[in-house]
Structures are given as structure tokens and as C-alpha cells.
């Protein structure tokens, strides 16, 4: 019994629990890029903030000598109205060579920015140094330490920083706005590729209801195919070609079956009326002597049909072998003809032999099974054929590198209706002379199927009345007929 897989175990499920898996790596990656971006270009620009203001404040810090006296308290009373009016948000510390504040803005009180040596190192080089530190209440500052030149000569230091409580709170709440909405995202967004995930995963649903209705009763069932190409139509057609396979099978199976059944039914109840019969009413030894005969020729016949029932199965399903070597076609045409002599003299026909090549013909074929369905074809010609009448067989090749073999005779011939259906098994142009003359229906079939395996083809033309010709192709390897003489026609 089928039952439908369980929701964790669904391919539904496993698909959205990697696209939520995936989608949420995806964005705390994309978050975490984001966030130290954003903090760079503010960083950035407040920077670009702090150097500007930097380069006024040292513009006033240059109106008046160094060397005078008050000169520097003015101008750090300057600097701090400059700041006042305005109210810029930034915090000056200026100090003198030796690293002493010579003047320091009042909204930071007791706070000194650093003087380090990465600065110092900067400064003596006279580049500009900026560097972010947090004081002992836990404020953080973004400082600038440049370098003031009074005739190439350094005077001043000034340091001008800008508090981060701002930017530190606007990154603070964007975080905290994207750990709230986040998961909700990712929920609201799993659930739409659940959405669509059932909806691609419908059309499997319904192949596979389909498939549930076809059972060994109705396998000529097959899915629907869809205009559209995608996998699923070629899943569709590869299970349909599997259908189809797989009822081929059957009907061999049944046919072989039938086959079987009705063919064997005739001689098990002969075989069974004549041991009643014999049983009952026979009276001495030769009685039941001339019934075990009769039994023994039905036991032969169920043998054979049995043998080439087999022999057909394992063709039609691939496991029809070939003992493949090399051989002369001429020599087993010659075998034949002698063979042949032996069945016609009995019936005073004339047996004909005619090799319409001028040299030696090698083939690389089964040589059993080519003799067997040779055979087939001369002892049905010589069986069909009346006292007094002729067969020939003759070897000729032809332009598409293939050897003709002919079986000819003149015998009743077949009429035209039935040259269709002659190669199915156990079919008989005229059921009762076939059963008098003997054979079990099967020898046309197992003909078919050996010259089938070699690559080969029958014709046949008849004339009812007049004879029948059963013409066999086999195909040449090139690499055994080098530097041959040109075959003569037929």
C-alpha cells in the first residue's frame, strides 16, 4: 500500500527549509556588508567634516605672529567664538610643539584628546592623523590631529573632534530595526516559496496519481504529455516509453502463454484420449505398442513447440546469443544441397545447386543457426512442392555489400493474403493440410529471428500454383572480401 510521505520527509518542506536557510544567510551576509559600508562613508564623511573645519580654524590661527605676547590667547578666544556662532558640534584642543594644550573648547571640560605616537609619527611627516577613542564615560570621538606651519616651521597642533553619540545611535537603531523585521522577512518570505513550491510541485502530484491508476490490467494507460518543455514532460515521456516497454513485455509473456496453451492442448489430448483408450479397451501388447508410439510423436511435438517457444522468448527479449565465426557460405550451400538430396529423392524432385559467384564467399555469421534457417526454407520448399517438381538454391551477391541466398521451388505457392502473416508463429495458410503435412507453425518465426539477429532480411515472391522464392540478405564484413572478382548477377 502507497502512503504519501510525511511532512518533514516531503520534498515541499525540504525545499523551502533550504530557500529560508539559504535566504537567511544571504541577508545576514548582505546585513553585515551593509552596516560596516554605511559606517565607512560616515566615517568618512565625518572626516571630510572634521578636515574642513580643521582648515578654517587654522586660517584664524594664523592672522597674528606666534612670537608676540597674548597673541595665542587671542586667538584661541577667536577660535571658540568662531565655534559658538557657528555651532558646528566640534571640540578644538590645540597644543603647543612640546604636546602642551594651549587651548581647548568648553563643552568637553575636562577632556583631553590623545596625542599618540601613530599621530606623532604622522604629524612629523606632515600628514594629517585621524583616529576614533572613547573616553572614560564611554563616548566615543572621531579626532583629527594636524600639523600648523608658521614659515615652514611647526608652531601648533590642533586637534578637532566630533562626538558619535549621533551616528553610533542611528547604526544602533538601524540594527535594531533589521533584528526585528529580519525574521519576520525571512517567515514571510519562506512562506511565499512554500506557496511555490507546492505550485511546482503540483504537476509531480499529479503525475504520480496518475501513475497509481496503472496497474498489469490497464497498461495501456499512459501519462499526459504537456506542450511544454521542462522535465517534467520528459519524465513523462520517459515513464511512457518505460509503459510501453514494460506492456510489450506482458504481451510477449501472454502470447507466449497462450501460445503455448493452445498449441499443446492438441497433442495432451490426444496423448490423453489415446492412454484412456488404451487402458480401457486394449487387449495385447501390440495395441499398447502402436499407443506409446502415437504418444511418443505427440511428446516430440510439444517438445519442439516447447523448443522454438523458448527459442522465439529469448530473441524477442535480447537474450538470443551468436556463436559468431568465420565460414564459407559456399560450403554450407554445398552441406545444404546434399542435405536437401536426401529429402527430395524420396519424392523424385529435382534438387538444383547454383553458385552465381566466381570465388569463395565468407560471411561472419552463427553457422548453426544460418544452417537451421536455411534448412527451414528447403524443407518447406521440398514439402510444399509435388512429386516431379524442382528447387533450386543459389548463392549471388549484390551492389550493397550483402550476400543473396534464393530458395526456389515449384510448389503450390502461397496466395497473396497470407504473405503478410506467414513469418507470425503458428500461423498456417491452410490449418488442416499444415497439420496433416506436420510442423508446429513455428519455423517461419524462428527464421525470422536468426536472420534478424544477423543484420539480415527475407523477401518472398510466390504464385499460387506456380512455386514460391524465399530470398535471404545477409550482410558482407568488408575486411574478409579484399581484392574479390565482381559477384555475377542473378
Same mark, same amino acid.
Given at each position: 500500500?502507497l502512503h504519501r510521505p510525511s511532512f518533514r520527509s516531503s520534498i515541499r518542506f525540504k525545499l523551502t527549509l533550504w530557500f529560508a536557510l539559504t535566504l537567511a544567510i544571504l541577508m545576514l551576509s548582505s546585513e553585515i556588508f551593509w552596516d560596516r559600508h554605511l559606517a565607512t562613508i560616515l566615517e568618512g564623511n565625518?572626516?571630510?567634516?572634521?578636515?574642513?573645519?580643521?582648515?578654517?580654524? *587654522?586660517?584664524?590661527?594664523?592672522?597674528? =605672529?606666534?612670537?608676540?605676547?597674548?597673541?595665542?590667547?587671542?586667538?584661541?578666544?577667536?577660535?571658540?567664538?568662531?565655534?559658538?556662532?557657528?555651532?558646528?558640534?566640534?571640540?578644538?584642543?590645540?597644543?603647543?610643539?612640546?604636546?602642551?594644550?594651549?587651548?581647548?573648547?568648553?563643552?568637553?571640560?575636562?577632556?583631553?584628546?590623545?596625542?599618540?605616537?601613530?599621530?606623532?609619527?604622522?604629524?612629523?611627516?606632515?600628514? /594629517?592623523?585621524?583616529?576614533?577613542?572613547?573616553?572614560?564615560?564611554?563616548?566615543?570621538?572621531?579626532?583629527?590631529?594636524?600639523?600648523?606651519?608658521?614659515?615652514?616651521?611647526?608652531?601648533?597642533?590642533?586637534?578637532?573632534?566630533?562626538?558619535?553619540? *549621533?551616528?553610533?545611535? =542611528?547604526?544602533?537603531?538601524?540594527?535594531?530595526?533589521?533584528?526585528?523585521?529580519?525574521?519576520? %522577512?525571512?517567515? #514571510?518570505?519562506?512562506?511565499?516559496?512554500?506557496?511555490?513550491?507546492?505550485?511546482?510541485?503540483?504537476? %509531480?502530484?499529479?503525475?504520480?496519481?496518475?501513475?497509481?491508476?496503472?496497474?498489469?490490467?490497464?497498461?495501456?494507460?499512459?501519462?499526459?504529455?504537456?506542450?511544454?518543455?521542462?522535465?517534467?514532460?520528459?519524465?513523462?515521456?520517459?515513464?511512457?516509453?518505460?509503459?510501453?516497454?514494460?506492456?510489450?513485455?506482458?504481451?510477449?509473456?501472454?502470447?507466449?502463454?497462450?501460445?503455448?496453451?493452445?498449441?499443446?492442448?492438441?497433442?495432451?489430448?490426444?496423448?490423453?484420449?489415446?492412454?484412456?483408450?488404451?487402458?480401457?479397451?486394449?487387449?495385447?501388447?501390440?495395441? #499398447?505398442?502402436?499407443?506409446?508410439?502415437?504418444?511418443?510423436?505427440?511428446?516430440?511435438?510439444?517438445?519442439?513447440?516447447?523448443?522454438?517457444?523458448?527459442?522465439?522468448?529469448?530473441?524477442?527479449?535480447?537474450?538470443?546469443?551468436?556463436?559468431?565465426?568465420?565460414?564459407? #557460405?559456399?560450403?554450407? +550451400?554445398?552441406? %545444404?544441397? @546434399?542435405?536437401?538430396? /536426401?529429402?527430395?529423392?524420396?519424392?523424385?524432385?529435382?534438387?538444383?545447386?547454383?553458385?552465381?559467384?566466381?570465388?569463395?564467399?565468407?560471411?561472419? *555469421?552463427?553457422?548453426?543457426? +544460418?544452417?537451421?534457417?536455411?534448412?527451414?526454407?528447403?524443407?518447406? *520448399?521440398?514439402?510444399?512442392?509435388?512429386?516431379?517438381?524442382?528447387?533450386?538454391?543459389?548463392?549471388?551477391?549484390?551492389?550493397?555489400?550483402?550476400?543473396?541466398?534464393?530458395?526456389?521451388?515449384?510448389?503450390?505457392?502461397?496466395?497473396?493474403?497470407?504473405?503478410?502473416?506467414?513469418?507470425?508463429?503458428?500461423?498456417?495458410?491452410?490449418?488442416?493440410?499444415?497439420?496433416?503435412?506436420?510442423?508446429?507453425?513455428?519455423?517461419?518465426?524462428?527464421?525470422?529471428?536468426?536472420?534478424?539477429?544477423?543484420?539480415?532480411? @527475407?523477401?518472398?515472391?510466390?504464385?499460387?500454383?506456380?512455386?514460391?522464392?524465399? @530470398?535471404?540478405?545477409?550482410?558482407?564484413?568488408?575486411? +574478409?572480401?579484399?581484392?574479390?572478382?565482381?559477384?555475377?548477377?542473378?
Open positions: 500500500m565625518t572626516d571630510s567634516r572634521l578636515a574642513r573645519t580643521g582648515d578654517i580654524l *587654522a586660517d584664524l590661527g594664523h592672522k597674528g =605672529a606666534y612670537d608676540e605676547p597674548g597673541v595665542e590667547e587671542a586667538q584661541c578666544e577667536e577660535i571658540k567664538n568662531f565655534l559658538r556662532r557657528h555651532n558646528w558640534g566640534v571640540a578644538i584642543q590645540q597644543r603647543n610643539p612640546h604636546g602642551e594644550p594651549t587651548c581647548v573648547s568648553e563643552d568637553i571640560g575636562d577632556l583631553r584628546f590623545p596625542l599618540n605616537r601613530r599621530a606623532l609619527r604622522q604629524l612629523s611627516q606632515g600628514g /594629517t592623523y585621524f583616529e576614533t577613542f572613547s573616553s572614560e564615560t564611554g563616548e566615543r570621538y572621531r579626532v583629527m590631529t594636524m600639523p600648523l606651519y608658521d614659515d615652514d616651521r611647526l608652531v601648533d597642533v590642533l586637534q578637532v573632534g566630533e562626538n558619535l553619540e *549621533a551616528t553610533d545611535t =542611528a547604526l544602533a537603531l538601524l540594527l535594531w530595526k533589521r533584528i526585528i523585521y529580519t525574521p519576520l %522577512l525571512i517567515l #514571510l518570505l519562506s512562506g511565499c516559496g512554500w506557496f511555490l513550491a507546492g505550485r511546482a510541485l503540483l504537476p %509531480l502530484q499529479r503525475i504520480t496519481d496518475d501513475i497509481r491508476k496503472i496497474t498489469a490490467e490497464n497498461l495501456n494507460l499512459r501519462l499526459p504529455v504537456s506542450h511544454k518543455k521542462n522535465e517534467l514532460t520528459e519524465l513523462s515521456i520517459t515513464f511512457n516509453e518505460t509503459l510501453e516497454r514494460l506492456a510489450n513485455s506482458f504481451s510477449r509473456i501472454k502470447q507466449f502463454t497462450g501460445d503455448a496453451s493452445h498449441e499443446l492442448r492438441t497433442p495432451l489430448a490426444i496423448l490423453k484420449g489415446e492412454t484412456e483408450v488404451s487402458l480401457r479397451w486394449a487387449k495385447g501388447e501390440e495395441e #499398447l505398442r502402436q499407443t506409446l508410439a502415437s504418444n511418443l510423436e505427440e511428446i516430440e511435438r510439444m517438445e519442439k513447440i516447447t523448443e522454438g517457444l523458448l527459442h522465439l522468448a529469448k530473441s524477442e527479449s535480447g537474450e538470443f546469443h551468436l556463436n559468431l565465426s568465420v565460414f564459407s #557460405l559456399n560450403d554450407l +550451400l554445398q552441406d %545444404l544441397y @546434399i542435405h536437401s538430396k /536426401t529429402l527430395s529423392d524420396p519424392k523424385k524432385i529435382e534438387t538444383i545447386l547454383q553458385m552465381q559467384v566466381d570465388h569463395e564467399v565468407f560471411i561472419r *555469421a552463427d553457422q548453426m543457426h +544460418l544452417h537451421r534457417a536455411l534448412l527451414n526454407f528447403i524443407t518447406n *520448399a521440398i514439402k510444399y512442392t509435388p512429386e516431379g517438381g524442382q528447387v533450386i538454391i543459389a548463392l549471388a551477391l549484390n551492389d550493397e555489400q550483402e550476400a543473396r541466398i534464393h530458395v526456389s521451388d515449384t510448389g503450390m505457392g502461397i496466395p497473396a493474403e497470407h504473405l503478410p502473416h506467414i513469418f507470425e508463429r503458428f500461423y498456417r495458410v491452410d490449418e488442416a493440410r499444415n497439420r496433416n503435412i506436420g510442423g508446429t507453425g513455428l519455423g517461419l518465426s524462428i527464421v525470422k529471428a536468426i536472420i534478424t539477429a544477423h543484420h539480415g532480411r @527475407i523477401r518472398v515472391l510466390s504464385t499460387p500454383g506456380q512455386g514460391s522464392e524465399f @530470398i535471404v540478405y545477409l550482410p558482407l564484413d568488408p575486411a +574478409l572480401d579484399t581484392a574479390t572478382p565482381a559477384a555475377v548477377s542473378a
